[in-house]
Structure formats: C-alpha cells, structure tokens
C-alpha cells in the first residue's frame, strides 16, 4: 500500500510539472501574441503609424477565409486594440505581405500587362470579325 501511495504522489508531481510547462508555453504564446505593458504600447504605436502610412483608402471589399490560428492570431490583436477590426488587421498584412515580396510582383507585373494587352487584340479582333 506505501509503494502505491508513493507512485501515486509521484505521478501527481509529474502531471504537476507538465501542467507547469504548459502554463509556462501559455504564458510566452501569450506574451508573443498579446504583449502587455510597455510593449504592447509600443507595438500598438508601430502598428497604427505603419496603418496611417499603407492604408490610405480602403474601398475594395476582398473576401477571405482563415484556418482557426491565423484568425486567433488577428482577433487577439484586435482584442488588444492593435487594430481597431479584423478587416483592418487583415489589410494591414495584405499590405506587409505585398511589400515584402515587391520584387515578385515586379516579375509578375510585366507579365500580367502582356498578357492583358494581348486579351484586347483578341476581343479587338473578335469585334472586328463581328462587324464585318
């Protein structure tokens, strides 16, 4: 009966520590997602400066779907009031995402207006077939 009780109260120390662990990896996923004090001030700041300096007008409607983190990620950001709605929060890493990878779009631009350019002699063409 000793040698049960003492597994016992071993196996309770264990899920005691695991249970820690996982409070301690709560804490920092947190900490990363939704800073306190000074820092979530600041990144508060960092954010509404660079949302002044992108956003601009916002008159297109995009219409996304999020799997469940990236949507947690933005709602505790909008939570905190980082951003003051997820449509806002999404934008801004629309935007980020773009100028992070400028030099893609600059590739694909050029592409993208032949291609463009050649639709118009095609409909140009097609117009002048039905006219004829």
């Known amino acids: ?3 049960i009780r003492v597994l016992h109260e071993v196996e309770n120390v264990e899920e005691d520590k695991t249970q820690e662990k996982v409070e301690k990896k709560k804490k920092v996923v947190m900490a990363m997602c939704c ?3 000074k820092a979530a001030e600041k990144l508060k700041e960092n954010v ?6 992108c956003m601009g007008d916002r008159s297109n409607v995009v219409m996304t779907r999020l799997n469940d983190d990236d949507l947690g990620r ?6 905190v009031e980082v951003f003051k709605s997820r449509s806002e929060a ?7 995402g773009m100028q992070t990878r ?3 779009f600059q590739k694909v631009m050029s592409t993208v207006d032949k291609i463009r350019e ?3 002699q ?9 006219n004829q």
């Open 74 to 79: 933005i709602d505790a950001l909008v939570e």
């Open 1 to 3: 009966m000793i040698q």
């Open 122 to 130: 095609a409909r140009k063409s097609l117009v002048q077939k039905n």
């Open 118 to 120: 050649l639709k118009e």
């Open 90 to 96: 999404a934008a801004f890493f629309i935007k980020e």
């Open 102 to 104: 400028k030099d893609l």
């Open 35 to 37: 800073p306190e004090g």
């Open 48 to 53: 509404l400066v660079k949302l002044g300096e």
